[in-house]
């Protein structure tokens, strides 16, 4: 029997140094049409119709960058005891979005920084 999975993937970041190369890398691989977003953040947005996970592409606000998936879940600080209690560790706290939701990070028990996503 088939069951389904709660909590999808809801976003996908590509951050790295220099944000500009990784829009026009991107643009030319995949014929991604990518929108910029107003703000401090030199951040993209790219929405694909017909299915797929939208995603962001822009500059890391320090190192050299990452690529992060983000889940979506009803509450982040639940999300984030019950990733402690299984090993994991807080790496951003819940911080508001601008024009709404709510965003935080978290390391699983190897390390892998992981988003979490809550509208």
């Known amino acids: 029997m088939e069951t389904k999975a709660k909590n999808p993937v809801v976003h996908f970041e590509v951050l790295g140094r220099d944000a500009g190369a990784l829009r026009s890398f991107y643009t030319q691989a995949f014929g991604w049409s990518l929108r910029p977003v107003d703000g401090p953040m030199d951040y993209s947005m790219v929405h694909f119709e017909g299915g797929?996970?939208?995603?962001?592409i822009g500059k890391a606000p320090q190192g050299p960058g990452?690529?992060?998936f983000y889940v979506g879940v009803g509450d982040l600080n639940a999300a984030l005891e019950q990733v402690a209690g299984?090993?994991?560790?807080?790496v951003q706290p819940p911080t508001q979005l601008p024009g709404g939701g709510s965003f935080a990070l978290f390391a699983d028990p190897e390390g892998h920084v992981v988003g979490l996503v809550s509208q």
């Open 86 to 90: 299984l090993g994991g560790r807080t």
């Open 52 to 56: 797929g996970i939208d995603g962001g």
């Open 66 to 68: 990452h690529v992060t």
